[in-house]
């Protein structure tokens, strides 16, 4: 063989590659031809074993004559896969298009309960006047929701509230305190008086259980607001004045009110607290029993017994609580007639709201 020779076959190989590079389908074939034309057991290498049939002058020469030929297929090799790999770029990205001009699926925003609107409401309210509001337990100890608010064990008044008591889940050691779920929030009252001296303005919103038949306006599980003001030279006048500016303000401003003899063993005097009908106005409907009336908390000036069961003085200090129901509150602010609609939990009724 002479260099003329081997010349034509580098030529040859050189056009051979340079299509089977353009040929290339996807980088993996392009690695393959890469590898079959360049590659350490490629046909490159192989034609230039064979430099050996060459006269021996002609031999340096070769190098001269294959090295450009190698450049220039590394530099197709590199500028096809360049190109494939844009390629496949470009269809990954035409596959995983997304259409953004399609309309979006609605939101499905959850929105407060209204038991729980109410509470805000109640506390914005009484939060003008300096109420603030504090958190107490929904499980409690006999002696506080009962004991210390004057109604000791086997007291006739325990039969207003029909208590569920925990079963404990060992035996209880001797003098430790029975506990039940509060039957109201007026254990707050106690806590908070206990929690820190007058002048105290608190709130104490929250949930309740009685042993009750359940129907259209009692539940076992219910809501509480309780309100509590100890200071000196507290009177009735002052929390008749708190409550009409309460009721105008969650009612409506001409919202007629009035104070009625009540009885709790924890105020004394008690009142019930009504306010004119917000069926019928006045005139009388069977939502309020045809009086005209509606009650929508008890109330009265806490009991001297309970100011020093909460650690005050009652020669010093008087004060005055309330306790309202918030579902019933929540019921005459919606119209709802069913006590149970809160809790069962039906979208429908919760997004009409
Ligand atoms: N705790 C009473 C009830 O549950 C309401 C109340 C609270 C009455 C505070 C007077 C003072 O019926």
Redesign the pocket.
């Known amino acids: 063989m002479d260099l003329a020779s081997f010349a034509r076959s580098l030529e040859a190989l050189e056009e051979r590659a340079l299509s089977s590079v353009a040929a290339a389908a996807s980088p993996d074939d392009l690695a393959r031809v890469d590898a079959e034309i360049l590659g350490r057991k490629g046909e490159l290498r192989e034609l230039l074993g064979g430099i050996g049939a060459l006269p021996t002058e002609d031999r340096p020469r070769v190098g001269a004559l294959a090295n450009p030929i190698r450049e220039r297929l590394e530099a197709a090799i590199a500028a096809r896969r360049e190109d494939l790999e844009l390629a496949a770029v470009e269809a990954r990205l035409a596959a995983e298009a997304l259409d953004v001009t399609l309309p979006a699926r609605p939101l499905h925003r959850g929105s407060l309960h209204p038991i729980r609107e109410t509470e805000r409401e109640i506390s914005r309210i009484f939060g003008q006047f300096g109420f603030v509001v504090v958190e107490s337990p929904e499980v409690e100890t006999d002696e506080l929701n009962f004991q210390a608010l004057n109604i000791p064990e086997d007291h006739p008044a325990r039969d207003?509230?029909d208590t569920i008591y925990l079963r404990e889940p060992t035996e209880r050691p001797a003098g430790a305190p029975r506990r039940l779920f509060r039957?109201?929030?007026?254990p707050g009252?106690i806590r908070a008086m206990r929690a820190s001296t007058p002048p105290i303005r608190i709130l104490t919103p929250g949930r309740?259980f009685r042993y009750e038949a359940v129907d259209a306006s009692h539940a076992f599980e219910f809501f509480?607001v309780?309100?509590?003001m100890i200071d000196e030279g507290t009177s009735m006048a002052d929390l008749r004045g708190l409550l009409d500016a309460f009721a105008h303000a969650m009612f409506g401003a001409g919202r007629p009110t009035r104070f009625r003899p009540?009885y709790?063993p924890?105020?004394e005097p008690?009142v019930a607290f009504d306010i004119g009908c917000v069926v019928c106005d006045g005139s009388g409907c069977p939502a309020c029993g045809r009086s005209g009336w509606m009650t929508i908390?008890?109330?009265?000036m806490?009991h001297p017994v309970v100011l020093r069961n909460g650690g005050i003085d009652p020669e010093r200090y008087q004060g005055?609580?309330?306790?309202?129901g918030t579902d019933r509150i929540t019921m005459l602010r919606h119209a709802i007639r069913d006590i149970r609609a809160f809790l069962a939990n039906d979208l429908r009724f919760l997004e009409r709201l």
């Open positions: 207003l509230w039957t109201h929030t007026s009252q309740c509480q309780e309100g509590l009540g709790y924890f105020t008690s908390l008890g109330a009265g806490v005055f609580a309330f306790g309202m």
